[in-house]
């Protein structure tokens, strides 16, 4: 069994990291207006670097900035492509105590098109601190997520009258610049967070779609369609992957359900080069929607949780590797956790030597599976 010398990785990971409190006592003081924009980028910087080292002293070949520079995962980058206005999600008190993030409505109102360069100043800064021989990744939203939250109703009917093709056009014509930006300024690895392709795996989102006017089975195509104009626009070399993301925030998630109702469309119908997929407990399903995965392609298993500080068994994650491995070639397989530590800036509950010694232990297990 081979190593593997291009991304993904036979031991990878989602991205995003514990921000350390200096670099949240700076935003904060940004916020304030106690700090200018420049003073919060050098703290940033700072914290990046750390990061870097932190990745690569646990034996990580690809490298992220950990989202240091975002207060959310998605909102962050959409709301810089022209023509998308978004609101700041709100955090709403469930019953029992616990925290959950009320989706932040993201609304088209104009053409939606590239009107700068997001993240390649971001990109710049990450590659200069990432040792040769790494790779440096970037991760960015899924374009699905400008239709999902809202629907047709979410879009201007002034500027899209119809959303095919012309919406769906504009969207993959815009991240197809950000994709050429960044490949000019050196990327090779950018990964697509989605969380609509998981949602549609649970019935209540699926039945909120049905509210909103769209048919649940039909849209895991539509997006595999809308995917591949983004894919048919990525540089030659880069190496474009999905996140499968079922909602991370301070250690809750938002759906569950087996990935059967979208595996081929995601698996066969999307041209992407691989996906990572979360699988840290039941509420992910059995592994036999893999056997959707084509030649070619990787599937990145989310073995390890980055919601709870209890660690993993290396033994439990080889069993459960295998098991994969019945429904997809062990070559076309890696291992992972199962989403970021911090997909927003408030972070799961877990301690950082955790967030260390779950890494070490993807790093370890997959040297010890793949050699």
């Not at 073995?303 to 068994?313: A, D, I």
């Not at 997809?328 to 956790?337: D, G, R, Y």
Request: negative net charge.
């Amino acid at each position: 069994m081979t190593t593997r010398t291009t991304p993904p990785f036979r031991a990878d990971h989602v991205g995003s990291f514990l921000r350390p409190k200096y670099l949240l006592d700076a935003r904060e003081q940004k916020a304030r207006g106690e700090i200018t924009a420049e003073q919060l980028r050098a703290v940033e910087d700072r914290a990046i670097t750390e990061i870097v080292k932190f990745q690569e002293d646990v034996g990580l070949q690809s490298i992220t900035d950990g989202e240091f520079r975002r207060t959310y995962f998605h909102i962050d980058f959409l709301e810089q492509l022209g023509g998308v206005k978004t609101d700041i999600p709100v955090t709403v008190r469930k019953p029992d105590g616990t925290e959950e993030l009320a989706p932040p409505v993201m609304r088209v109102v104009d053409k939606v098109r590239h009107v700068k360069d997001i993240q390649r100043a971001d990109f710049e800064y990450l590659k200069s601190q990432v040792s040769a021989g790494r790779t440096p990744k970037v991760t960015i939203p899924s374009p699905t997520m400008l239709h999902f939250r809202g629907g047709r109703s979410g879009i201007s009917r002034e500027h899209y009258p119809e959303l095919d093709p012309a919406f769906y056009d504009d969207v993959a014509r815009a991240y197809g610049d950000e994709l050429k930006s960044l490949h000019d300024a050196g990327c090779r690895y950018v990964q697509m967070d989605d969380t609509n392709m998981a949602y549609l795996c649970d019935e209540k989102m699926r039945e909120a779609a049905r509210q909103r006017g769209d048919d649940p089975n039909e849209l895991p195509h539509r997006y595999a369609t809308f995917i591949n104009k983004v894919v048919a626009l990525k540089p030659a070399g880069m190496t474009l992957a999905m996140h499968l993301c079922r909602g991370n925030f301070k250690s809750t998630f938002a759906a569950q359900g087996n990935y059967e109702p979208v595996a081929e469309a995601l698996l066969a119908e999307m041209n992407l080069d691989a996906y990572f997929m979360e699988y840290d407990d039941d509420r992910s399903g059995d592994f036999r929607p893999l056997r959707f995965l084509p030649k070619g392609k990787i599937v990145v298993l989310g073995l390890v949780t980055t919601k709870f500080g209890e660690m993993e068994s290396k033994d439990t994650l080889k069993r459960r590797i295998d098991e994969a491995s019945k429904y997809a070639p062990l070559e076309q397989l890696c291992l992972s956790p199962q989403c970021g530590f911090s997909s927003t800036v408030h972070g799961n509950n877990i301690a950082v030597e955790a967030q260390r010694a779950k890494l070490r232990l993807v790093v370890e297990t997959a040297a010890e599976v793949w050699g």
